[in-house]
T-cell receptor, first 112, second 114 residues
């Protein structure tokens, strides 16, 4: 069974540029999560989807971050414009309704 | 609110040594508890879990017991290997306002020396 797929794995951009990350969850998993993991820290939830509905986006900086999950499968997370402090690893995870979360390999973002 | 506290790292051990990584939690409900492992350059992988008090999760020689009385979920392994070098995250999942929410600790880096 394929795991959670994320792309790209690495991204380097200059500040003020836009960037987008893509996630394909495990087949059949209706819940999808985006986390940000700063260096030396644990993951922090940005947004959680159940199917195509964002049910928890309280930690998403809505002035520059946006996310979508059209058709309740794949999801994209966008930052526009990026700031230096956005450098981090962005992790996508998926689960069945209330089950264990399975994580993708993450996208490592460096903002210069 | 809910929280997870892990011992700070790095933890440096020789091969075949005994490992303990402490984890305590606070939660308003009855959470499930997890240990995740993150190898260099990779995402988090579920190592083990326990869903109720006194449950013991185990995998790959690692064990952790859900202790409600001490609100702890310490990770142990009897004999570590160099390949166990990674960052270990304790996490809880609690049902709040009808939805499940994961909270992670800050992680503990383990270095095993040959």
């Amino acid at each position: 069974e394929a795991g959670v797929v994320q792309s790209p794995r690495y991204k380097i951009i200059e500040k003020k540029q836009p960037v987008a990350f893509w996630c394909n969850p495990i087949s059949g998993h209706n819940t999808l999560y985006w986390y940000r993991q700063n260096l030396g820290q644990g993951p922090e939830l940005l947004i959680r989807y159940e199917n195509e509905e964002a049910v928890d986006d309280s930690q998403l900086p809505k002035d520059r971050f946006s996310a979508e999950r059209l058709k309740g499968v794949d999801s994209t997370l966008k930052i526009q414009p990026a700031e230096l402090g956005d450098s981090a690893v962005y992790l996508c995870a998926s689960s069945l309704a209330s089950g264990t979360e399975y994580f993708g390999p993450g996208t490592r973002l460096l903002v210069l | 609110g809910n929280s997870v506290t892990q011992m700070e790292g790095p933890v440096t051990l020789s091969e075949e040594a005994f490992l303990t990584i402490n984890c305590t939690y606070t939660a308003t409900g009855y959470p499930s508890l997890f240990w995740y492992v993150q190898y260099p350059g990779e995402g988090l992988q579920l190592l083990l879990k326990a869903t109720k008090a006194d449950d013991k999760g185990s995998n790959k020689g690692f064990e952790a017991t859900y202790r409600k009385e001490t609100t702890s979920f310490h990770l142990e392994k009897g004999s570590v290997q160099v390949s166990d070098s990674a960052v270990y995250f304790c996490a809880l999942s609690d049902r709040l306002s009808g939805t499940y929410k994961y909270i992670f600790g800050t992680g503990t880096r383990l270095k095993v020396l040959a």
